[in-house]
């Protein structure tokens, strides 16, 4: 198959910073769809696979599924999308298509689903890579329709962080009457806030600061509740219909199960790996209340999210920095030194 070389950013090794670098993109196929990349947004999970913290990472990698672009060319047999369209990818590039998760709009289940990047690219027999890069080309199936009013950059986390949170506040069916708690005020914290109020639910945020009131009231939520203020945490024992973990690492979930009503929900979004301490089934049997993981959203329901995101002009708030800026900004990540997401601004790539 004929390639096309593009300049991108990744890195060799573990250790190593990202730097600029050349790889290869397949011409169009009939089914294809070429996107010039003007945003990228940056993911904690691009920070995870850049330094193999999952031992799976192939190098040289390059990161990036939080894309937005326009379209620059399509294959024969695209219906869906023409030259000069604003588009999105997310964190899925391909799957299976047969299996009844893919069958079902749940893509992200399928089991041989391909990742935007550390995934396998079947027409060029290689590892995929991902949008800090100039161009991608992507099957049309797995490109999104993106609302032309909406901040071009602001968008960019909706890919991730976006659907990240929206998928549970779906299927877990939110609403207006719904109360809705989040915990952690992050990239993905802010997004649910955002989305959870434009729902119309009463939302609030569980933190162990005084400092973040101010700012979780200006993302939408009702109150915050200090996890860490034993009197605030026993009044809001059994109040919950549904929580939203966005922390990313161990932590202990315990606290937070009796302050959900019967037949409540905590779903954790944002953490991989063991959990530590235990959970203490009793109040999960007294009260049929359930601890739940969920992993992004197929293609139907992250277009769903944009159109929504699109009608109440939601986007995520950002700071915009250039390419050449990725590991200064991988280092604030760490220090959680963002409100609330990193976006690139690709064309510092082509200067």
Same mark, same amino acid.
Not at 258 to 273: A, E, F, N, Q
């Given at each position: +198959?004929?390639?096309?070389?593009?300049?991108?950013?990744?890195?060799?090794? #573990?250790?190593?910073?990202?730097?600029?670098? $050349?790889? $290869?993109?397949?011409?169009?196929?009939?089914?294809?769809?070429?996107?010039?990349?003007?945003?990228?947004?940056?993911?904690?999970?691009?920070?995870?696979?850049?330094?193999?913290?999952w031992? +799976?990472?192939? @190098?040289?990698?390059?990161?990036?599924?939080?894309?937005?672009?326009?379209?620059?060319?399509?294959?024969?047999?695209?219906?869906?999308?023409?030259?000069?369209?604003?588009?999105?990818?997310?964190?899925?590039?391909?799957?299976?298509?047969?299996?009844?998760?893919?069958?079902?709009?749940?893509?992200?289940?399928?089991?041989?689903?391909?990742?935007?990047?550390?995934? @396998?690219?079947?027409?060029? *027999?290689?590892?995929?890579?991902?949008?800090?890069?100039?161009?991608?080309?992507? *099957?049309? *199936?797995?490109?999104?329709?993106v609302?032309? $009013?909406?901040?071009?950059?602001?968008?960019?986390? &909706?890919?991730?962080?976006?659907?990240?949170?929206?998928?549970?506040?779906?299927?877990w069916?939110?609403?207006?009457?719904?109360?809705?708690?989040?915990?952690?005020?992050?990239?993905?914290?802010?997004?649910?806030?955002?989305?959870a109020?434009?729902?119309?639910?009463?939302?609030?945020?569980?933190?162990?600061?005084? $400092?973040?009131?101010?700012?979780?009231?200006?993302?939408?939520?009702?109150?915050?509740?200090?996890? #860490?203020?034993?009197?605030q945490?026993?009044?809001?024992?059994?109040?919950?219909?549904?929580?939203?973990? #966005? %922390?990313?690492?161990?932590?202990?979930?315990n606290?937070?199960?009796?302050?959900?009503?019967?037949?409540?929900t &905590? %779903? %954790?979004?944002?953490?991989?790996?063991?959990?530590?301490? +235990? &959970?203490?089934?009793?109040?999960?049997? +007294?009260?049929?209340?359930?601890?739940?993981?969920?992993l992004?959203?197929?293609?139907?329901?992250?277009?769903?999210?944009?159109?929504?995101?699109?009608?109440?002009?939601? #986007?995520? *708030?950002?700071?915009?920095?250039?390419i050449?800026?990725?590991?200064?900004?991988?280092?604030?990540?760490?220090?959680?030194?963002?409100?609330?997401?990193?976006?690139?601004?690709?064309?510092?790539?082509?200067?």
């Amino acid at each position: +198959m004929k390639t096309k070389s593009v300049k991108a950013f990744g890195t060799e090794s #573990t250790v190593a910073d990202l730097k600029q670098m $050349n790889i $290869n993109r397949r011409e169009v196929t009939p089914k294809d769809v070429e996107i010039d990349i003007l945003f990228c947004g940056v993911c904690h999970s691009d920070l995870h696979f850049a330094r193999n913290d999952w031992g +799976m990472t192939q @190098y040289p990698v390059v990161p990036g599924h939080e894309i937005v672009g326009r379209v620059t060319q399509v294959g024969s047999g695209v219906s869906k999308y023409k030259v000069g369209d604003l588009v999105a990818v997310g964190c899925l590039v391909d799957s299976c298509r047969n299996c009844d998760n893919c069958n079902d709009d749940l893509e992200q289940y399928c089991g041989s689903w391909v990742g935007t990047y550390g995934g @396998y690219d079947k027409h060029l *027999d290689t590892t995929t890579h991902g949008g800090y890069s100039e161009t991608i080309v992507v *099957d049309e *199936d797995f490109v999104l329709r993106v609302p032309e $009013n909406l901040d071009h950059a602001g968008i960019a986390p &909706l890919l991730c962080a976006g659907i990240t949170t929206w998928s549970p506040l779906r299927h877990w069916k939110v609403g207006k009457n719904s109360r809705v708690a989040v915990v952690g005020l992050g990239g993905l914290g802010h997004m649910a806030i955002k989305l959870a109020h434009a729902l119309g639910a009463h939302v609030s945020l569980f933190s162990r600061s005084t $400092n973040k009131i101010e700012d979780a009231k200006a993302l939408g939520a009702d109150e915050v509740i200090i996890s #860490t203020d034993e009197a605030q945490m026993e009044k809001a024992m059994g109040r919950f219909d549904l929580i939203i973990d #966005t %922390v990313p690492y161990a932590h202990d979930l315990n606290p937070y199960l009796g302050t959900l009503t019967t037949s409540g929900t &905590l %779903v %954790v979004v944002g953490y991989l790996g063991p959990l530590d301490p +235990m &959970l203490v089934t009793v109040p999960m049997i +007294m009260g049929r209340k359930s601890v739940a993981g969920s992993l992004i959203g197929g293609i139907a329901e992250t277009q769903e999210l944009l159109d929504f995101c699109g009608k109440h002009n939601i #986007t995520s *708030d950002i700071e915009v920095i250039k390419i050449q800026d990725i590991n200064k900004a991988y280092e604030r990540m760490l220090k959680s030194d963002v409100k609330y997401r990193f976006v690139i601004d690709m064309k510092s790539l082509k200067n």
